[in-house]
Structure formats: C-alpha cells, structure tokens
C-alpha cells in the first residue's frame, strides 16, 4: 500500500507538471515573482497564481475528496518557498525549505524524489517532480520549481480498512 501511494502520488504530480498551460501559468508566476522582488510577489504574480489555481483547483479538490489524496503543492526554487497550495490558497510564500527537504532535493537535482515527511500542519507521504516553463523569447527550457501531491498515513489507513474491514 505504501509502495503503491508514492507511486500514485508522483502519477499525480506529474500529470500536473507535464501539461503544458500548467507549466506556463507557472512559469509566469516564478517570473513575476522574481520581477516583483520575490517573496509571494505582488499583483502581476497574483495574477498568475489565481490562474493556476483556476486551471486545477476544480479538478484537484474533486479529486482529493474522490481519491484522498491531501494537497497539491506548487513550490519556487531553489529551495522551497510556497507559491500556491491548491487545498489551502490563501497561505501565500512561506519559505519552508528547513523543512521540506523532498522539495529542496527535487529542486536541487531537477530528479523526482518521494517519501515520509514532517510538516508544519501534518507528516505524511509526499510525491515531488520538478517543473519547468519555456521562456517565451529564447525557447530555452527553464526549471521553475517543483510540484508536489501529499497524503497522510491517515488516508493509507482508511484505503485499507475499505478494502480489508481490518480495522
């Protein structure tokens, strides 16, 4: 089951990363940031970000509450500062990068990571791809961040509960 679960939770991350609307809502955000003197950015990153959080919201808290799956997490590198938690919008550009080492390690190595990890709100299972966005004028191919899917052990008791009656 747990082998299974980071292996859904990177499916799902990567599902994400790889569409090509998603990379550039994305890649505008990381731009806007940096033009706007980083941190959660000003207007034009809000901008971006409620973009993409309107070309997934809808999809991924349908999914969430289908599949319990917890959050979608869309992180700046290098390091790990937040740009948009999809479950949660509103808590904007902390720096969690002492933390969220999958994070920092995927934006590092540009390398999918996964595994168990403490948080500030809950330790759970986290699935981490990098991201990328193609600059507009050079074509160049440019790592933004990293995408991350999580879930609680919580969830992995309840999938097995529903399919054995163990508990």
Do not use: C
């Not at 999809?86 to 969220?100: G, H, I, P, T, Y």
């Amino acid at each position: 089951a747990l082998d299974q679960t980071y292996s859904d939770l990177l499916m799902i991350a990567s599902l994400y990363a790889n569409n090509p609307k998603i990379q550039d809502l994305f890649y505008k955000g990381s731009m806007a940031v940096k033009a706007e003197g980083g941190g959660p950015g000003g207007p034009e990153a809000d901008k971006w970000r409620k973009a993409l959080f309107d070309e997934v919201g809808q999809s991924w808290l349908a999914s969430s509450k289908e599949f319990r799956i917890r959050q979608l997490h869309f992180h700046l590198g290098p390091g790990s500062t937040s740009y948009l938690r999809v479950q949660r919008a509103s808590k904007l550009s902390e720096n969690m990068d002492n933390v969220r080492h999958t994070i920092v390690e995927t934006n590092k190595t540009q390398k999918q990571q996964f595994g168990f990890e403490t948080g500030r709100v809950y330790s759970g299972l986290r699935g981490v791809v990098p991201m990328y966005g193609t600059d507009p004028i050079t074509g160049e191919h440019v790592h933004t961040g990293a995408l991350e899917a999580g879930t609680s052990f919580s969830k992995i008791i309840e999938i097995l509960d529903d399919g054995l009656g163990a508990a």
